[in-house]
């Protein structure tokens, strides 16, 4: 886990013992400066060290590590000035204080800090090397003042002194890896660290994201970032803002980010995602609900995820991912997963779990004022994650407790008793963190050789104890998760979701479950961007960080249950569930910059089954052993866990209408050939059927406008249309008009009813290869010219006029196809370079740039939800974007090149180049069904009718065919 990591890269760096986990809360560091410490009164003796200057304290870190450190609150010095009884009296610093902190009085030995106090006041004298005197003491004597004078507002003092001292400091661009790269945005931040954070410059350029902090705390003045090394990026919430953002690398950890804003934090994920550069891994995060039910994810990797769904961050102490107590017995010799005794009631909080101790919580409840609580502490705070992890992370602990360690009989020393506690105990209701399931148990062991004291009853304070059931801490960790994988916790897990990330997380629902918590460590319970006062916004951060931060509400209905073991599910074999409607809060994941909103219904219903199928030609043909592999390549990690995009905005009529149709596809294994005919003298390149699913408009290569009646098979209208293909076509509602693309560069408005054509123009450079139409009259046309047009159409029943409304430029080479999303104003395209973009069909500017596929891309869809984007390509791939995220989520190897696809979100029916159909169900990447042979050629173009379920399909073969269930 990333803090468990920096805690031990911590205990184990040599290059210097200071860090800012030595400050206090809402301390700033801003400089050193090399300086000499003399030892005695008169004496030639030194001691040469670095004088950190904070916001609160002076700080003396000597090189000699033998040494201790010498902190100097700015508060309890009683003179700063020059000392000048001396020969040194021009340049040595006076320091006159009856308190200071001595830190690591035995060299490298980590240890609580001394805190010491003189009845007589003590004199510090410091000697700086490079600056002068009267430079070190301005700076120094400003601070001081602020803390000493009377009437003095300390928090606003020290946020203006640390805007001034950024307000000096530049980026230096000399630190640009490239001189060639772009610059696309500055700004500030700060860098998020467990417990602590430290502000800096950012600047995200084509190629890089650099990181220059205001002062010197990192070994580099600048942190390197190249874009490509990012494989996943998150918006997260900070202090309950959300202004957090968390990217991750290959091969440099995470770097955890918070703005001043929202609208900054979502200005630099707006550009860093629109980079090129930038290559996001790939995770099937369709639907990661669906695959825990089906028991294609464990439990641990579930929690996991809806954690980070929650805004839960290992590198954010105050945000530390929740994990439940699941055993309940710590004092058997062998621990029995077969016994439901064994297990802990997962249907209640911690709290409600003592019936007697309940009451006592009930009771002051009834009698308390609003807003009301039952539980005053929290069940994830950063001290009981400190508290768990203390044996690895003693600085931190330190850095929480002021200094010192808290008494032995409070510290973790035991399973037994802390689970006891927790069942018992007046306030303490704490819950567990991964490591208990996910880590080797090395924060159990005290390998540090800590002093933690010893407890009342007389034990010195090492190794946790462990129950008797297991040998070794790596012995109860493998326990610990054999129980949370087992088949108790499978059936039950979904009632602690509800409590923790679900519909009894807040309101009624949570009092009746006795599920109730302080106000401020909900979600919206304060605004801090509207807190000008630093005192009073750093009183309202300090609480929060006391009294933890309640997850981001998921779900707010109940949570289904789950239907498989992880070890039943293998992807190919997997128990499929019956229809689902799942309800989440808006925003449910740490991407939506949005506050929060009202609950919006999110639909989906996976196939209850397949039911046996009926044998027209061509027959389906079940998926073969291909299944497994096709999932794995599209399973999410056990360690790596990607939030599910944004959450829903309230459904369009269309959107309905999707979700209604979702029944017909669970049953896509009955899908028939019901016509067929031979309409072109080349290969048919588009295809489209009226509204009122008898008509069929079809273009192809051979120039060809055909409309042909499928109810009386017979023909309505064959005309050519110039000497060169027709690419494209789409017809007006009515169905009297047709707009045609062709090879000739040309777009050509044919009248159905009259027979002619009624307007025509030279619209590209190149040929037209596709072509979109909006409601409200704009035809939008794609060219092998590398460019988009949208048109404006008017008056085509009478005299018919275009207009060129805008050019979109952004492809280097032939655009293929568009998609067009018109309640979200996207429009989609792709190149024949693999390139995909989406635009803002508002502002007509690019939203997303993505090059995913290695070839062509052929075809591809923005899904009615507004979220998704499903794209084939000739490099033989299936692939899923995140809108919202701006990244690839699924990517699937479909064994056939596609030229053309239909789908409702979950299951996707494409045409490929064998003239073979192919069904995937998106949830698990696994392969539904095929329809071997359904054209004697590659299958160039399909349209479905939702309404009817209609599918028609062209090919190459010069055939069109009609498919329904």
């Known amino acids: 886990m990333a803090f468990l990591r920096a805690a031990i890269d911590l205990n184990t760096d040599t290059s210097t013992r200071f860090s800012l986990l030595l400050l206090e809360h809402g301390e700033v560091y801003f400089e050193d ?220 950890g995470q770097l955890y980010l918070a703005f001043d804003t929202h609208q900054q934090r979502d200005a630099f994920y707006d550009g860093l995602v629109q980079q090129p550069s930038l290559v996001l891994e790939v995770d099937d995060q369709i639907n990661m609900m669906l695959k825990w039910q089906n028991g294609l994810l464990s439990n641990a990797d579930y929690l996991l995820y809806l954690n980070s769904m929650a805004d839960r961050s290992f590198n954010d102490l105050t945000q530390y991912p929740v994990f439940p107590w699941v055993v309940a017995d710590y004092k058997s010799e062998k621990l029995d997963l077969h016994n439901p005794a064994t297990f802990r009631d997962l249907s209640k909080p911690i709290g409600a779990l003592n019936p007697e101790r309940l009451q006592m919580f009930l009771k002051r409840y009834v009698d308390m004022p609003e807003p009301r ?8 705070t950063p001290g009981y994650v400190l508290y768990y992890t203390l044996r690895v992370a003693p600085e931190y602990s330190l850095c929480l407790q002021n200094g010192k360690y808290d008494v032995a009989d409070r510290l973790f020393t035991n399973m037994a008793e802390t689970w006891e506690g927790v069942l018992t105990g007046a306030a303490d209701v704490k819950e567990l963190i ?206 790596g866990l990607t939030p599910m995009s944004p959450g829903p905005t309230p459904m369009s009529a269309r959107e309905v209408a999707a979700a209604d149709n979702n029944e017909a596809w669970a049953r896509i294994r009955d899908l028939h050939m ?20 008898k008509t069929v408009y079809s273009v192809g290569k051979d120039s060809f406008l055909k409309v042909q009646c499928i109810a009386t098979e017979s023909q309505m209208h064959s005309v050519q249309i110039g000497d060169l293909a027709l690419s494209s ?54 060219s092998w010219d590398s460019t988009i047009k949208v048109w404006s159409l008017s008056d085509l029943d009478g005299r018919p006029k275009h207009r060129l409304v805008a050019e979109l430029t952004e492809h280097d080479g032939e655009v293929r196809c568009i998609s067009l999303h018109e309640d979200r104003r996207y429009l989609a395209s792709g190149g024949a370079d693999g390139l995909i973009i989406v635009w803002d069909l508002d502002s007509y500017s690019m939203r997303h740039r993505f090059h995913s596929h290695a070839d062509c891309v052929h075809a591809l869809t923005l899904m009615p939800d507004g979220r998704r984007m499903i794209s084939v390509g000739a490099d033989h791939c299936l692939k899923v974007f995140d809108l919202h995220q701006g990244t690839e989520t699924v990517t699937l190897d479909t064994g056939d090149e596609l030229h053309c696809f239909v789908s409702n979100g979950q299951f996707v029916l494409a045409g490929g180049e064998s003239g073979s159909m192919h069904v995937w169900d998106l949830l698990t990447g696994s392969l539904v069904c095929s329809f071997p042979d359904a054209h004697r ?13 209609k599918l028609v399909v062209g090919s190459q073969d010069k055939y069109i065919s009609v498919w329904t269930l």
């Not at 408005?749 to 139409?773: K, M, N, P, T």
Request: hydrophobic share 35%.
């Open 33 to 252: 400066v090399s300086v000499n410490m003399f030892l005695g009164f008169g004496s030639a003796d030194v001691s040469r060290g670095r004088l950190r200057i904070c916001s609160h304290s002076l700080l003396f870190d000597p090189l000699d590590e033998t040494q201790p450190l010498l902190k100097f609150p700015f508060r309890k010095l009683t003179a700063l000035t020059t000392w000048r009884e001396s020969k040194f009296s021009n340049d040595v610093l006076l320091l006159v204080t009856k308190d200071y902190v001595r830190i690591r009085s035995h060299g490298k030995v980590i240890q609580p800090y001394e805190f010491l106090k003189s009845k007589e006041p003590l004199e510090f004298r410091f000697s700086p090397n490079y600056v002068s005197l009267v430079e070190l003491l301005h700076k120094v004597s400003r601070l001081h003042r602020g803390w000493t004078e009377v009437g003095t507002n300390v928090s606003l003092f020290t946020s203006r002194l640390e805007k001034e001292h950024e307000s000096n400091i530049e980026f230096n661009t000399c630190w640009m890896e490239d001189i060639t790269e772009r610059i696309v945005l500055r700004t500030v931040a700060k860098r998020v660290l467990p417990l602590v954070t430290n502000r800096g410059r950012v600047m995200l350029t084509s190629e890089r994201l650099y990181f220059q902090p205001f002062n010197n705390i990192d070994s580099e003045p600048v942190r390197k970032y190249t874009l490509s090394s990012i494989y996943r990026v998150i918006k997260r919430r900070y202090l309950l803002r959300n202004v957090g953002i968390e990217l991750y690398f290959r091969q440099q």
């Open 937 to 949: 050629g590659p299958i160039t173009c399909m349209q479905l009718q939702a309404k009817d379920f």
């Open 729 to 782: 076509c789409v017809i007006l509602p009515d169905s009297k008009l047709a707009v045609l693309g062709s090879w000739d560069n040309s777009i050509y408005v044919y009248s159905v009813e009259y027979g002619r054509i009624v307007d025509s123009w030279q619209a590209h450079d190149d040929a037209v290869s596709a072509l979109a139409l909006t409601r409200n009259g704009l035809l939008i046309s794609a």
């Open 434 to 639: 991964p490591e208990f399931y996910t880590s080797d148990g090395s924060f159990l062991i005290n390998s540090l050789g800590l002093d933690l004291g010893t407890t009342q009853s007389g034990v010195k304070v090492d190794d946790v104890r462990l129950p008797p059931w297991a040998s070794s801490a790596p012995d109860m960790i493998e326990k610990l998760r054999e129980a949370l994988e087992s088949p108790y916790v499978s059936e039950n897990l979904h009632h602690w979701i509800d409590l923790i990330f679900g519909y009894k997380q807040r309101g009624n629902d949570a009092v009746n479950a006795k599920n109730v918590f302080y106000w401020l460590t909900y979600e919206g319970a304060v605004d801090l961007e509207t807190i000008d006062d630093p005192a009073t916004r750093e009183a309202y951060e300090a609480q929060i960080l006391e009294f933890g931060q309640t997850p981001k509400q998921l779900f707010t209905i109940p949570h289904p249950a789950r239907r498989a073991t992880a070890s039943q599910g293998n992807g190919a074999s997997a128990q499929v569930l019956p229809p689902l409607s799942m309800h989440l809060s808006a925003p449910p994941t740490p991407y939506s910059a949005a506050p929060p909103k009202p609950q919006s219904p999110f639909s989906f219903s996976p196939v209850s089954s397949y039911p046996s199928m009926a044998s027209p030609r061509p027959s389906a043909q079940s998926p073969g052993p291909q299944s497994a592999s096709a999932l794995a390549s599209a399973s999410a990690s056990a360690s």
């Open 674 to 693: 019901t016509y067929s005919a031979k309409l072109h003298k080349d290969y048919v390149t588009s295809v489209l059927l009226a509204d009122n699913g």
């Open 373 to 380: 609580f039952l539980y005053g502490s929290h069940y994830s």
